[in-house]
C-alpha cells in the first residue's frame, strides 16, 4: 500500500474546517548575505510567533532531501499529492499559469515564435519577441479556431511564449515536440511516441503546416516552435481522496490552476492579502478546506529582496486576524518550498510549518522561524505528508486497525 | 520514479567542488562506560566545532534505524547508492578489501582454509591459521594460474582466510557456497542457481578439484571452502548518475575498493591525514569531488579506545586548516556508521554530520557532537540522502518541474 492511500482509506466527513495558509518561498537561510538573519527572524510577526507558541512546528522538505521543485510539484505535495508520482506535462502548467481552464482529453503545448530562413530555425526565440508583439503574433494565429472537429484555442503569455491548447476528446499526450532544440535545423514533425496519440501528431502537425503561412510576413517571429505537450493529468480529486470540499482563494493563475487540477473550487477574490481573508470570511459556510495563497514572499525572495520580504511577512501578520476571528478547527502556515534571498530563486531547503488546532500539542517553539521549527514537534517531514496531519488534527481520519 | 532518480535526473555539471570528509565509525554514544560522555565531546575540536557553528547539521541513519551496517553498505550509502537496492557480494567486498581490482565479468570468492578427514570437514577454520600460514598455502594454490581460458588469481588475507578471483568473460554468479556450514558433512558440490551461471558452477567444482591434492600433505589446512561467490556488481558510476569527476583519497584497501566499485579515481596517497589532506591539495584542479577517508576513529571505537578516538578526532582537527586552505565549496563531515567505544563494534546510532557552505543556512548547533546535531537544520535522515544535499549546496542540482 502507499502512503498517501492509508491517508485515502482513513477519511471522513465532518464538520470542521481545515486553513492552510500558504506563504510562497517563506523558508530562507541564516548567511553573511544578510548578516546572518533570515526575513522570519528579522520581520515582526507577533501573530505568526503566538501560533507557533501555542501550536506545534517542524521543518518540512518539498520533496526529497536537496530537491528544489517548481511550482507545480510544490504545490500538488502540499496538497497531499506526490509530487514524484504525479507529474504534471510543461504544456498544462504553462496553460494553467495563464488562467486557461483544462478539460479532461484536451491537448496543450508550450508555444514560442521564432525565426526561421529557408527553412531552417536561426533564432529558436525570435529575438525574445516583446509580450505585447506576442499578443499580436497571437491574434494572426488565432484564424485557426478549430481543425475539423477539435478546437483550437491560443493565448499570449510572457515575452515570446504562448499556450496552444486544442480541446477534443480524448487527445493522446505521448508526443514528442517540434522544437529542434537548435538552430540551423528545421522544425520537427510532431510524433507519436505511443498508439493512443497518431490522431494527436498528425492534429499538432496540421496546425503548424496551416499556422506557418500565418506569419509568413514577420520579420522575426516567422514560425513557432511547440514543447511538452501535454494532457490534463487524471488526478483523483481531494474530494474523492481525502472526503473534502475544497477552496482555494489565491490572485495568481498558476497557483489557482493547480488547484483546480486537484478538483478544488476556485473562489473569487480580490489582489490583496485582506482581500483573500475577506473572501474566505464571505465564503466560510461552504467549505471545510481553503487553500490560501500568498506570493508576496516568494515574488520578493526570487528578487533577492530581503527588506521586501520582511514587509510581505508583516503584511501577512497583520492581517491575520481577520482569519483568526474566524477560528479555523486547524490552521497550517507553511510554504511550497524555500525561496531564500541569498539565492534569488527557489531551494532545497526545508521550508518551516506550523499547525495549530485544539489537538495538536504543543511543542517547546516560540516564534515562527526556521530555526526554532527545527526544534518543534513535528520533525522533519516531506510535504507530502502534511494533509495526513491536516485531517487528522481536524479528526477526519479513522483509526487505522483495531 | 525512484527517489535516487530523481537526483539523477537533476544532476548538473559546475564547477564547484564538493569534499566528503568521512570519519569512519565517528558516531558513539553516551554511556556510563565512559562517564557519559562520548569522544566528541570529550575531544578538542575546535576547528570541527567552528564548522558546526557556520555551517548546518544534523543526524544521519546508516540504513534505516536500528540496523548496523558493514562497511560496505555504510559507504554506499554516503556515495548516494541505496544500500537495499545495490548490493556487494561477500566475496566482492573481500577482494577490494584486499585491494584487488575487480573487472566486469570477474568472479569473486571469499575462501578459507579447512580441515577434513575421510571427505568430511572437521575443522571449518583448519584451527585459524595464522596469517603468514595462509599466505604460504596460497603459494601452494597459486600452481593454479588457470583452468582453460580463465585466470585464476589467489590473494591470501587475514587469518585463515583469502580470495580467489577468476577472471574471464560473462561469469555468471548465481553460486552456491562450498561450506556446508558444519563440521562432519563433505564439501559441497558448487551450484548454479540461474542457467547464465551453469559454466561457473563447473569452473568452480574444477578448481575445488584440481586445488584439493595440492594441500594433500597439510597436516590441518588440507582442504578449503568458498563462500559468496559474486561479480563486479553493475553499479553505475558517480559521474554517470551525479555528472561528478570524483577523486577517493583513502588508505585502507577496503574503502579504495569501494570508492571503485562506484567509479572514483583512486588516488595514490601516503598513511597519515597529513598526507591525505596534501593529496587533495595536490590533486585539488583535478576533480570536482573529494572523499577522503580517516579510519583511525573506527579502530579506536572497534577496540573500545576511548582516548584513543578522542586523540584520532583532535589529529583530524589539526590537520584541517590545510583542507580549508582549499576552500571547498561545500564540505560534509560525518561518519559512514557509528562504532561506539563502550560497544567495541559498528552501531545502529546515527551519526552526526555537518554541511559547511555559502547556501548551506546555519542552525544552532555551535559544536560539532551527536547531541548537538541533534538540534540541527537537518533535522534525521538517512545516509543515501546525503548526496542529493551535497549536491545542491554546491548548486549542481536543476529544479524539479515548473
Known amino acids: 500500500m502507499q502512503k498517501s492511500s492509508v491517508i485515502d482509506a482513513m477519511a471522513l466527513k465532518n464538520e470542521k474546517k481545515i486553513v492552510l495558509l500558504i506563504l510562497d518561498g517563506v523558508g530562507d537561510i541564516n548567511s553573511k ?14 501573530n505568526l510567533d503566538r501560533l507557533a507558541a501555542e501550536g506545534v512546528t517542524g521543518r518540512m522538505h518539498p520533496i526529497v532531501p536537496g530537491i528544489t521543485p517548481g511550482s507545480g510539484p510544490g504545490h500538488l ?25 483544462l478539460l479532461p482529453g484536451d491537448l496543450a503545448a508550450r508555444a514560442n515564435f521564432a525565426t526561421q530562413q529557408d527553412g531552417l530555425i536561426t533564432d529558436r526565440r525570435a529575438g525574445r519577441v516583446p509580450t505585447e508583439e506576442t499578443a499580436r503574433l497571437c491574434e494572426k494565429l488565432r484564424k485557426i479556431d478549430h481543425i475539423d472537429d477539435v478546437e483550437v484555442i491560443i493565448k499570449p503569455g510572457l515575452g515570446h511564449r504562448f499556450v496552444v491548447l486544442f480541446r477534443g476528446k480524448d487527445l493522446g499526450a ?41 506569419l509568413a510576413d514577420e520579420p522575426r517571429a516567422n514560425a513557432f516552435l511547440m514543447r511538452g505537450l501535454a494532457g490534463k493529468p487524471n488526478i483523483p480529486s481531494m474530494s474523492e481522496r481525502f472526503k ?49 495563497h500568498v506570493k508576496g514572499t516568494d515574488s520578493a ?21 481577520a482569519l483568526l476571528d474566524l477560528q479555523p478547527d486547524v490552521l497550517a502556515v507553511t510554504g511550497d518550498h524555500s525561496t531564500p534571498a541569498p539565492l534569488k530563486a527557489h531551494s532545497w531547503h526545508p521550508v518551516p510549518v506550523l499547525i495549530h488546532g485544539e489537538f495538536c500539542g504543543q511543542d517547546q517553539v516560540a516564534a515562527f522561524t526556521e530555526n526554532n521549527c527545527n526544534q518543534g514537534g513535528l520533525g522533519f517531514f516531506t510535504s507530502k ?17 483495531a
Not at 509530487?83 to 494553467?96: D, F, N, S, T
Not at 490583496?272 to 461552504?286: L, M, P, V
Not at 502534511?386 to 486497525?401: I, P, S
Open 33 to 46: 548575505h544578510f548578516a546572518w538573519r533570515t526575513p522570519l527572524e528579522a520581520a515582526s510577526t507577533p
Open 77 to 101: 505535495g502540499l496538497f497531499g499529492y506526490d509530487p514524484l508520482q504525479w507529474e504534471i506535462g510543461r504544456g498544462v502548467l504553462e496553460a494553467v499559469g495563464l488562467g486557461m481552464e
Open 174 to 214: 505521448n508526443l514528442t515536440d517540434t522544437d529542434p532544440q537548435r538552430t540551423g535545423q528545421p522544425i520537427k514533425e510532431c510524433l507519436a511516441t505511443a498508439p493512443d496519440s497518431e490522431r494527436s501528431a498528425t492534429l499538432v502537425n496540421r496546425f503548424v503546416e496551416t499556422a506557418l503561412p500565418l
Open 244 to 292: 473534502l470540499t475544497p477552496g482555494c482563494i489565491a490572485v495568481y493563475p498558476m497557483y489557482r490552476g493547480l488547484a483546480s487540477l486537484v478538483g478544488m473550487d476556485l473562489i473569487p477574490t480580490g489582489t490583496t492579502i485582506d482581500d483573500e481573508f475577506a473572501t474566505a470570511r464571505e465564503r466560510w459556510a461552504d467549505y471545510d478546506f481553503f487553500f490560501i
Open 301 to 321: 525572495g526570487e528578487d533577492g529582496n530581503f527588506e521586501g520580504k520582511v514587509e510581505v511577512l508583516e503584511q501577512v501578520d497583520r492581517a491575520l486576524p
Open 385 to 401: 505528508e502534511l494533509m495526513g496531519l491536516l485531517l487528522a488534527n481536524a479528526l477526519k481520519l479513522d483509526k487505522y486497525g
